[in-house]
């Protein structure tokens, strides 16, 4: 979507697809705007407990949750505001070259990259709930837990930057192998892994149940499960579709019949970006809690009670 010419706009680059959605640019200007205004405050919120209470902290669970909000972060503060900024200007906005590169990557390469490493944090889950033992010494944790943890968000981010800044051709414009293997690769295949690891965990979670009820980290366990279904149900509702149109895509069915369908799904395939974190909110030990205080917090008031001074006459 974004200029290969330097002085181009991105009018005149997006896909025809996305330009005819039925949706005019002043609504897409205020439900972005709307959304991202909403979601911002509540990644910040999150990550500054996460980050900032020890124990939450240093609960190995929520250190891929950190990655991700971090990702999250940093598209609702390049991507979306410049979305915004787009679409209040009625989609035409020139812009150079090296400047539509920075908006094609925070997109291009932070999208996909969240994708790819909520995929490990199903895979994850399985570790911490039914081989918790793998993490038990401090080598086997930096190599099951911790590398990966690195390694993942890094090779989608360096791998998107060399597409994107150095190759001759964009991988967004879909046009030669390479992207064909980014598809498969990185989007259709981190969201099979998302849906059948998750099912498998859950399976796997109700038939051991009396077993795993029997273990101290039972309700642990249990909201694990709890937010890794919630978090599914997100990326299943916006990115599923789209990866099936991908598959249709590549196997060279023609997606004339599904136009309008496309067009919407285009538009709202990123928003579950801007869910993430209230989904977050709600299945995080104590972080729920404490937004609630703070958004309906009680007072508390002083009782005055008359105070009775007996005086002594001399």
Known sequence: MMANDMNSTFANEES????????????????????NTLSLPCCFFILFHLLFNRNLRETLSNHIIIVILLLV????????????????????????????????????????????????????????IFHSQLLATKANRILVHYIPLVVVPMYCLIYYALNIFISVHPICQYVDIQSTIDIIVHQITPIVIIITSTLALFFRFQRQRAHLRQSMQWRKQRKL????????????????????????????????????????????????????????????????????????????????YPLTLSLNRN
Not at 239 to 254: D, H, I, N, R, T
Not at 265 to 276: G, R, W
Request: aromatic residues 22%; proline residues 6%; hydrophobic residues 50%.
């Open 225 to 304: 499960i709890i937010q890794v279904l919630s978090i599914v149900t997100v990326f299943g509702i916006f990115q599923f579709p789209w990866a099936v149109l991908e598959s249709w895509y590549l196997f060279g069915l023609p997606l004339s019949s599904l136009d309008a369908v496309q067009n919407y799904m285009l538009f709202f395939n990123c928003y579950s970006v801007h869910l993430f974190p209230f989904v977050c909110l709600g299945t995080i030990p104590d972080i729920g809690k404490k937004m609630a205080n703070l958004l309906w917090w009680k007072r508390q008031y002083v009782q005055i």
């Open 16 to 35: 025809l697809a996305y330009q005819q959605l039925p949706i005019t640019f002043p609504v897409r200007f205020w439900i972005y705007l709307i959304s």
């Open 73 to 128: 972060l940093i598209m609702e503060c390049t991507y979306f505001p410049l979305a915004i900024h787009y679409y209040r200007l009625g989609g035409n906005w020139h812009v150079q070259r090296p400047f539509s590169q920075l908006w094609t990557y925070s997109l291009f390469g932070f999208f996909p990259t969240q994708t790819v490493v909520f995929a490990w944090c199903t895979i994850q889950r399985h570790i911490l």
